[in-house]
């Protein structure tokens, strides 16, 4: 089964109005009806739509929930938002700068925004392992808006930062294998190892426990428009308004001539930013993923 939630919003006549994002959602719609995925089972929210079709953020957490329900393994999920992305105080501890991420409904300013805890627990908690699920955010600070716990440089594919599951390689060389060749038992099985090791790993680490508690046996892949402290850019890409980094995922994708890995899709996604917006795309999921390994969605 595949499914997809696509949300485009402009916010249009407000004085946050942007110009590219429900052009975003209708191009992410058309790549990914070219390539497998079908009408019935994709749901999208423009604010250009009304009812349940309109992004409000009741209706995005609804749809939400239905992206991920019933899920089994093998199946593949996809998910995009185009749209503002923030920092808003975080309240529960698990933010070294003392801020979650977050994305912004079109009716934000009555309803709020929704923070990257509630993202993460929709989203990435409730998937079996051998499920899929290849999240897009083009939105200003978005580099960790899903809270995946092991992100990735795109020079040369290596973790930004230490994890606790570089103490788990024999699981975690399961989960690489079962990845690369879909085979369901191997990835069960590397996720039970992965997860034995995390929860018997003693630290006094705050952000080891933090990547203990978000980790996941699912394969969830991050595909942000920019870092934490970044802006992500809404302008005119080949005469038509457009999110950056939108632009550059679709371009990637319909030009590439031969597999795309994680770590090519990246530096291709960067290379057609680079010397026009600072912005870097970023690279996260929700355990340690060998970047080499062929990008699908």
Partial sequence: MKKALIIGINYTGSQNQLRGCINDACTIANLLLANGYSQNDMVVLRDDMGGMDAPTRNNILRAMQWLVQGVQPGDSLFFHYSGHGGKVKDLDGDEDDGFDECIYPVDFQISGPIIDDILHDIMVK???????????????????????????????????????????????????????????GQLIEGAKSLFNTATNYKSTSKRERIKQMKSSPANVISISGCRDDQTSADAQMSNQFAGAMTYAFNMTIISARQQLTLLTLIQNMRAHLSGKYSQKCQLSTAHQIDPNTPFFF
Avoid: I
């Avoid at 699920?133 to 899903?146: E, I, K, N, Y």
């Fill in 126 to 184: 409730p998937l079996p392992p051998n499920s899929y699920l290849t999240a897009l955010f083009d939105c200003c600070h978005s580099g960790s808006v899903l809270d995946l716990p092991f992100m990735y440089r795109a020079t040369d594919g290596g973790l930004k930062e230490y994890s606790v599951l570089k103490t788990a390689a024999p699981a975690t060389m399961e989960l690489f294998m079962g990845y690369t060749t879909r085979n369901t």
